[in-house]
C-alpha cells in the first residue's frame, strides 16, 4: 500500500532543534521522486515550506531545512520558535497510485 | 501572482453530487496543472486529482466519482464529486504548482463542504 509515514506529533522547547521523518517506499520517494514540506497553522491552507526535497520558496527562514535518502525524507526545524507550533505534511508522488501522496502528518509542540 | 478562491455550496445532502469551483486571477489558467485536495476536520490531506488537457488524473480512491474540468473563458476550474456521502465532508482546496516543481506552491483559503440531510 502507497503511504508516507510520518510521526503523529512532536516537540521542543524555543531554541531547540527537531525533525520530523518522513518515510515512504520504493513505489514514491525510493523510486527518486521529489519530497516536497507543507506547514499548516490551524483553519489556514497548507504553506509550502520546502520543494524538490531541500529548497526553501522565497520568504522561508533557513531554519527550516529538508533532506532525503532512500526511501525516507526529513524536515529539521532550528532555532525552534513558538510561531512554528503547527501541523507539518511531507509530499511525494508515488507510481502505485499514479498521484499525489500526502504524510499524514505531523503535530509540532513548541512547549 | 496567481491566486486561487474556492467556491461551492458548503451543504450536499447524501447521495447528491457536490460541485466546487475554483476561480484563477492573476494569470493565465491555460498551460497549468491544477488540483483539488481536501481534509477531513481533524485530519490530514487528501489528494482528489489534477486535470491538464489531456493528462488529467484521480485518486483511485474517488476516481469513479470524480470529474474535473477548466473553464478558460471564466478563468474557473471545477470539481464535481458524485453520490456523496457523510465521508466526503471536508475543507475542499484547489492548488497549483510553482514553477519548475510539482510542489503545491499555491493554494487557495479553502471552502467546507458538510454532507448531510
Known amino acids: 500500500q502507497s503511504v508516507l509515514t510520518q510521526p503523529p506529533s512532536v516537540s521542543g522547547a524555543p531554541g531547540q532543534r527537531v525533525t520530523i521523518s518522513c518515510t515512504g517506499s520504493?513505489?514514491?520517494?525510493?523510486?527518486?521522486?521529489?519530497v516536497h514540506w507543507y506547514q499548516q497553522v490551524p483553519g489556514t491552507a497548507p504553506k509550502l515550506l520546502i520543494y524538490?526535497?531541500?529548497n526553501r520558496p522565497s520568504g522561508v527562514p533557513d531554519r527550516f531545512s529538508g533532506s532525503k535518502s532512500g526511501t525516507s525524507a526529513a524536515l529539521a526545524i532550528t532555532g525552534l520558535q513558538p510561531e512554528d507550533e503547527a501541523d507539518y505534511y511531507c509530499?511525494?508522488?508515488?507510481?502505485?497510485?499514479?498521484?499525489?501522496?500526502f504524510g499524514g502528518g505531523t503535530k509540532l509542540t513548541v512547549l | 501572482q496567481v491566486q486561487l478562491q474556492e467556491s461551492g455550496p458548503g451543504l450536499v445532502k447524501p447521495s447528491e453530487t457536490l460541485s466546487l469551483t475554483c476561480t484563477v486571477s492573476?494569470?493565465?489558467?491555460?498551460?497549468?496543472?491544477w488540483t483539488w485536495i481536501r481534509q477531513p476536520a481533524g485530519k490530514g490531506l487528501e489528494w482528489i486529482g489534477r486535470?491538464?488537457?489531456?493528462?488529467?488524473s484521480y485518486n483511485p480512491s474517488l476516481k469513479s466519482r470524480v470529474t474535473m474540468s477548466v473553464d478558460r473563458s471564466k478563468s474557473l476550474f471545477s470539481l464535481r464529486l458524485s453520490s456523496v456521502t457523510a465521508a466526503d465532508t471536508a475543507v475542499y482546496y484547489c492548488?497549483?504548482?510553482?514553477?519548475?516543481?510539482?510542489?503545491?506552491?499555491?493554494w487557495g483559503q479553502g471552502t467546507m463542504v458538510t454532507v448531510s440531510s
Open positions: 492548488a497549483t504548482y510553482g514553477s519548475g516543481s510539482d510542489a503545491f506552491e499555491i
Open positions: 492573476g494569470d493565465s489558467i491555460s498551460n497549468s496543472y
Open positions: 486535470f491538464y488537457p489531456g493528462d488529467t
Open positions: 520504493s513505489s514514491n520517494i525510493g523510486a527518486g521522486y521529489d
Open positions: 524538490g526535497n531541500n
Open positions: 509530499h511525494s508522488y508515488d507510481t502505485s497510485l499514479s498521484g499525489v501522496l
